[in-house]
């Protein structure tokens, strides 16, 4: 069973577009991220929730917003997207707020045309 | 500002060598310093970690060294092995909430 699991894998699209990213994570967590993992691999948070509240929020363009629905799954939503998007974007969870393990999803390769 | 600073950005080794991949830190609030290995197309995975009250900590072939008065981490790959080969990752962490990573360590072990 995959433990982070995000959809879809790669995903290419045209600039001025929306796009959305899922996450769901199966390990009964309570936090989520996301991570942008840019072309030099740099790692970097951009947001957190914790029992679906909006933890942090990294300087990051409004135009990404994350949604949960729930606890298990922690969404990202992208309007008018940039060539400057293009990355890959990566789900975690951990157990907790204060919980120090991290579980990586395999990520979603986007790319903006 | 870069919280964690990570060297070299790429080594390469030979099977059975040491790899050895730096990090130093500014943030003494930093409590927790974790390293991932992410393979290409998978997402980081957590190898191994420390807390900043032991100075060393080992698992099978993976050792960090953590040097509290330096503000430095290491680690540390004994008899390294071509499957070892992938990018590896320092981060760092006040009380389990933020993580700042290091830029990683593309590393390459050759048969």
């Known amino acids: 069973d995959t433990a982070v699991s995000q959809t879809p894998k790669y995903l290419v699209t045209q600039m001025g577009n929306d796009k959305s990213i899922k996450c769901e994570q199966n390990l009964g967590h309570d936090t989520m991220y996301w991570y942008k993992q840019d072309s030099k691999k740099f790692l970097k948070i951009m947001f957190s929730y914790n029992n679906k509240e909006l933890i942090i929020n990294e300087t990051v363009p409004n135009r990404f917003s994350p949604k949960s629905p729930d606890k298990a799954h922690l969404n990202l939503h992208i309007n008018s997207l940039e060539l400057g998007d293009s990355a890959v974007y990566f789900c975690a969870s951990s157990q907790g707020w204060l919980s120090y393990e991290q579980y990586f999803g395999p990520g979603t390769r986007l790319t903006v045309t | 500002q870069q919280q964690v600073k990570q060297s070299p950005q790429s080594l390469i080794v030979q099977k059975g060598g040491i790899s050895i991949i730096n990090c130093a830190y500014e943030?003494?609030?930093?409590?927790?310093f974790p390293w991932y290995q992410q393979f290409p197309g998978k997402g980081p995975a957590l190898l191994i970690a420390i807390r900043p009250d032991v100075s060393e900590k080992k698992e099978g072939r993976f050792t960090i060294s953590f040097n509290k008065s330096a503000k430095q981490f290491s680690l540390h790959i004994m008899d390294s092995q071509p499957g070892d080969s992938a990018t590896y990752f320092c981060?760092?962490?006040?009380?389990?909430?933020?993580?700042?990573f290091g830029t990683g360590t593309s590393l390459t072990v050759i048969p």
């Open positions: 943030n003494t609030a930093f409590d927790y």
């Open positions: 981060a760092a962490s006040s009380e389990g909430n933020q993580f700042y």
